[in-house]
């Protein structure tokens, strides 16, 4: 019998956290070390244009799409009591879409794309902290200090965004200091947002969160076996 469920659900968080924020400072460590950017402070953008941290970037950030979005899918199903609707899902789903794009097609192959991508990814998500911040007292296994938690980096990952958004609107070379550290700030607001779940987790196993089923493949068979059922 093999079931995957024995994995604690925490340990999707800690990946989620060490693939997306792990790329992000190697490949900036990476890009400042050959001079590709200055190192204070670049938008971290500029820190996945040229090669090798490209590829370390494109790689690090697509997996941690696929890591981000497996953690939404978890929360939705380990904390039932607080996902009255889909809304949850669907808003991390097409936030982790958007992670996808900005590691697909950095800012240098198509800005426009790569932009839209961040956009999606960081409103995406705000909204979704709002949402599971709203929602979370109604589960009493999530204690106060966790809802408050979430509440504060939701509401600061929220004016980042719009204080960002306005100033690189504004006049982006004149304000491109506050729009890189803002970026770096939403990216570890979004981090930190994912760490709360460790403590709601607890000792939790993906087998006591998912569906009954899903994670359990020991009927599966492979090979000549098979036809022996």
């Not at 925490?10 to 400042?32: D, F, N, P, Q, R």
């Not at 790569?114 to 995406?124: K, P, Q, R, T, W």
Request: proline share 3%; with cysteine.
């Amino acid at each position: 019998m093999i079931i995957y469920g024995s994995v604690k659900a925490k340990a999707i968080t800690y990946s989620t956290v060490l693939t997306s924020w792990g790329a992000i400072v190697i490949c900036y460590v990476v890009a400042v070390s050959l001079g590709h950017v200055p190192a204070w402070l670049p938008m971290i953008s500029d820190c996945a244009v040229k090669a090798p941290e490209s590829y370390l970037f494109r790689l690090g950030i697509i997996t941690g799409a696929i890591a981000l979005f497996t953690n939404v899918i978890v929360v939705y199903y380990g904390f039932p009591k607080f996902s009255f609707s889909k809304a949850e899902l669907v808003l991390g789903g097409v936030a982790s879409f958007g992670l996808a794009i900005v590691g697909a097609v950095n800012e240098d192959e198509n800005n426009t794309v790569h932009s839209a991508g961040a956009i999606v990814c960081f409103l995406g998500y705000d909204v979704y902290m709002i949402l599971v911040a709203y929602n979370a007292p109604t589960d009493n296994r999530i204690s106060t200090s966790s809802v408050i938690a979430k509440w504060i980096i939701a509401v600061i990952e929220i004016l980042l965004f719009i204080s960002g958004g306005l100033m690189m609107r504004l006049d982006f070379q004149k304000y491109h200091l506050y729009c890189a550290v803002s970026e770096w700030l939403s990216v570890l607001g979004i981090q930190l947002f994912n760490l709360t779940f460790v403590h709601d987790f607890k000792d939790m196993k993906l087998l006591e969160v998912m569906p009954d089923g899903v994670l359990d493949v020991s009927n599966i068979k492979l090979g000549p076996k098979a036809k022996a059922t």
